[in-house]
């Protein structure tokens, strides 16, 4: 009966470490995916101005890590009636809803994606008609 309990105990210890080691480990990756949706919607903000003073288009290349720890990552570029934002999520697009979600500071026409692994991100900017146009993408890879 004692090694039972052992077993038992044994067990919901193994558990706890377990889980209290993916959540350690889950808190830097979060992070890390905050800090690249935080970087592209300062960029994308810095094309916007561009455009808006120049009228050109406009294009950058940022590299982006292919992983974030050991999982794959998404960013997309969404906007509805009111609003324009940069969401993503750790783990595959098809599987999770965003998880971190930052507004852009202007209502514009964005769209595109970015998947960890899949070369640089482009974000591209330019005015269609006189709509502000900010697109995300992937270089290859």
């Known amino acids: 009966m004692g090694s039972v ?12 470490f377990s889980f209290y080691t993916i959540t350690v480990r889950t808190i ?4 890390e995916l905050q ?3 935080n970087h592209l919607a300062a960029k994308g903000s810095e094309l916007l101005t561009l455009v808006t003073v120049t009228n050109s288009t406009t294009r950058l290349f940022e590299y ?7 999982q794959q990552y998404w960013v997309q ?6 609003n324009t934002w940069l969401e993503g999520a750790l783990g595959q697009l098809e599987e999770r809803e965003a998880t ?6 202007r209502k514009i026409s ?7 692994g899949h070369g640089s991100a482009i974000l591209e900017c330019y005015m269609n008609s006189s709509v502000l146009q900010l697109n995300l993408s992937s270089a290859g890879g």
């Open 5 to 16: 309990a052992l077993i038992a105990a044994s067990a919901l210890l193994v558990g706890s």
């Open 64 to 70: 982006l890590p292919p992983r974030i720890g050991d």
């Open 77 to 82: 570029l969404r906007n509805d009636s009111s």
């Open 28 to 31: 830097p990756e979060n992070q």
């Open 100 to 105: 971190i979600q930052v507004f852009l500071p």
């Open 35 to 37: 800090n690249i949706i």
């Open 110 to 116: 964005a769209s595109g994606q970015y998947v960890g």
